[in-house]
């Protein structure tokens, strides 16, 4: 059963730094374009990161240029989130997302409803 599963998020002080996991089994093809989405309360759900199964390049929203990075291990069928010099308006539920599409692997400008399929998400709170 496809299926994509998050893990990794947790409490950290500003400056500090997390990886999150995402199990992404099912979904581990060249044609699957993987995302990371984030939702903060009272806010719709963002973009953060994206890049094709077995891609070489990746994606990012503005405000995480430089701090975060997504990649992949296809031996383990896991995309990752590293992310360094947390703020506290990172603080939210991080989703792992996929959509079937030979269309451009972005999250750049692409809606949340673009992605078809979504785990159940790992919260991350960075306090000041």
Not at 28 to 44: M, N, S
Not at 87 to 113: F, I, L
Request: charge should be positive; charged fraction near 15%; hydrophobic fraction near 30%.
């Amino acid at each position: 059963q496809a299926e994509l599963v998050e893990s990794g998020g947790g409490s950290v002080q500003a400056g500090g730094s997390l990886k999150l996991s995402c199990a992404a089994s099912g979904y581990t093809y060249p044609q699957y374009c993987l995302a990371w989405f984030r939702q903060a309360p009272g806010k719709e759900r963002e973009g953060v990161a994206a890049m094709r199964f077995r891609g070489n390049s990746a994606d990012y929203v503005d405000s995480v240029k430089g701090r975060f990075t997504i990649s992949q291990d296809s031996a383990k069928n896991t995309l990752y989130l590293q992310m360094n010099s947390l703020k506290p308006e990172d603080t939210a539920m991080y989703y792992c997302a996929a959509v079937n599409t030979w269309n451009r692997c972005v999250v750049t400008g692409t809606p949340y409803t673009a992605y078809k399929y979504w785990g159940q998400g790992t919260q991350v709170t960075v306090s000041s």
